[in-house]
Antibody, heavy 121, light 113 residues
């Protein structure tokens, strides 16, 4: 069955870099795109970026200067790195699979449980 | 970026009631080549990840009860719950995936009256 699991540090200090991993199973990263979405506590959803099935990436322009998404297909993992973290980057970070095979212009159908990240000194 | 505006921000409902909520986009989400609207609806319950309910504006995902009905085209979309159940109390988000970046509305929270 399809599963996505986010992992990473729960606490990051201001100005430091966040590194998160999304480990997937039940599907191939060379067939499905994966998105990163975050949610500040008690607030709405923000699409951060995507790793396309072909290895291309796209980013939210608001985060582009700080954000990098990469993958290791042999380990079934997608990575998120974001630098210069501030307190308003606190929230839950999700990875989600694009619903359609060989497509990026689709919603996310399977979501991870999310990882809570707190930015604090 | 495409701006998604959801109304109302919250709504108090009773079990069995019919509920409608709106989502408007700042530009058309209808792709002329395939006549599809690139609009999704999600349900998020407290402490849970979002759950995809409807894609392409009106296509229910497998296992989603038929009381959830998506409609609309272009820039105006509606999610209707024909007879609200207690388990439907949640926040509902619309998302456009027509253009990068995908963008979400701020959500409509269904609460118990």
């Amino acid at each position: 069955q399809v599963q996505l699991t986010e992992s990473g540090p729960g606490l990051v200090h201001p100005s430091e870099t966040l590194s998160l991993t999304c480990t997937v199973s039940g599907f191939s990263l060379t067939g499905y795109s994966v998105y990163w979405v975050r949610q500040p506590s008690g607030k709405g959803l923000e699409w951060m970026g995507r790793m396309r099935y072909n290895g291309d990436t796209s980013y939210n322009s608001a985060l582009k200067s700080r954000l990098s998404i990469s993958r290791d297909t042999s380990k079934n993992q997608v990575f998120l790195k974001m630098n210069s973290l501030q307190t308003d980057d606190t929230g839950t970070y999700y990875c989600t699979r694009a619903a359609n095979y060989y497509s990026s212009y689709t919603p996310g159908d399977y979501w991870g449980q999310g990882v809570m990240v707190t930015v604090s000194s | 970026d495409i701006v998604m505006t959801q109304t109302p921000s919250s709504q108090a409902v009773s079990a069995g009631e019919k509920v409608t909520m709106s989502c408007k986009s700042s530009q058309s989400l209808l792709y002329s080549e395939n006549k599809k609207n690139y609009l999704a609806w999600y349900q998020q319950k407290p402490g849970q990840s979002p759950k995809l309910l409807i894609s392409w504006a009106s296509t229910r995902e497998s296992g989603v009860p038929d009381r959830f009905i998506g409609s609309g085209s272009g820039t105006d979309f509606t999610l209707t719950i024909s007879s609200v159940q207690a388990e439907d109390l949640a926040v509902y988000y619309c998302e456009q995936y027509y253009d990068t970046p995908n963008t979400f509305g701020a959500g409509t929270k269904l609460e118990l009256k």
